[in-house]
């Protein structure tokens, strides 16, 4: 079975750019998370999706959006990117049970370097 | 809010070595679930075990073992005998269950614990 894919898996962009990070989710698993990893914030929660409708939402600015389709596939957008957006960003999907005890499993991320 | 706390940025052991990681967090909830994750050097985070607040027993895995505590708020992990290819960044995470019952939750990870097994 098929892991988490993400692509790109690096990305190189300049301030005021926008950027889009695709994930494809393990074949069965409706809900993708987003998380973003950098050396100072440690891993953060972005946002939750299940069924094409965002569930859950961590604290980050509006520029930071996401979408998922109806094959379960997931994109995250940024705007106007800025020096500190530079991270990996970690997808994750999972199956739908209720609850919060799902593992989720990751992929490989993507490292978005922001100049 | 929920929090968790890894207190050891990093460890270095001998190979051969026992070592424990160190998990606290924070809930309000009485339901929650409790994570384990490897990150090795490639960046893929790793599932190891998933442990749910009403079940304080201890599992063991091979070489890997955790020790649930709700009255101290722990969930610790240890590795019996290290191997080189145990280093890692290893993170505790929190997961507290939705109450609508629509599944949607986080995870609240903690910084991570870096292990270096030197051989």
């Known amino acids: 079975k098929a892991g988490v894919t993400q692509t790109p898996r690096y990305l190189i962009k300049t301030r005021g750019q926008q950027v889009t990070l695709s994930c494809s989710p393990i074949?069965?698993?409706?809900?993708v998370s987003w998380y973003q990893q950098t050396p100072g914030q440690g891993l953060q929660f972005l946002f939750e999706y299940f069924s094409e409708t965002q569930r859950n939402k961590g604290n980050f600015p509006g520029r930071f959006s996401g979408r998922q389709f109806s094959n379960s596939r997931s994109e995250m957008n940024v705007s106007t990117l800025e020096l500190g957006d530079s991270a990996l960003y970690l997808c994750a999907s999972s199956l739908p049970l209720a609850g919060g005890q799902n593992e989720q499993f990751f992929g490989p991320g993507t490292r978005l370097t922001v100049l | 809010a929920q929090k968790v706390t890894q207190a050891q940025t990093e460890i270095s052991v001998v190979e051969k070595e026992d070592v424990t990681l160190d998990c606290v967090y924070e809930t309000r909830d009485t339901t929650y679930y409790l994570f384990w994750y490897k990150q090795p050097p490639s960046g893929e985070l790793v599932f190891l075990i998933r442990?749910?607040?009403?079940?304080?027993q201890n599992e063991i895995s091979g070489r890997y073992s955790w020790n649930f505590q709700k009255s101290t708020s722990s969930f610790n992990f240890t590795i019996t005998a290290s191997q080189v290819v145990d280093s890692a960044v290893y993170f505790c995470?929190?997961?507290?269950?939705?109450?609508?019952?629509?599944?949607?939750?986080?995870?609240?990870f903690g910084k991570g614990t870096k292990l270096s097994v030197i051989p």
């Open positions: 995470a929190l997961s507290e269950a939705d109450d609508s019952g629509a599944g949607s939750y986080q995870l609240t």
């Open positions: 074949s069965g698993h409706r809900s």
């Open positions: 442990r749910n607040s009403f079940d304080e």
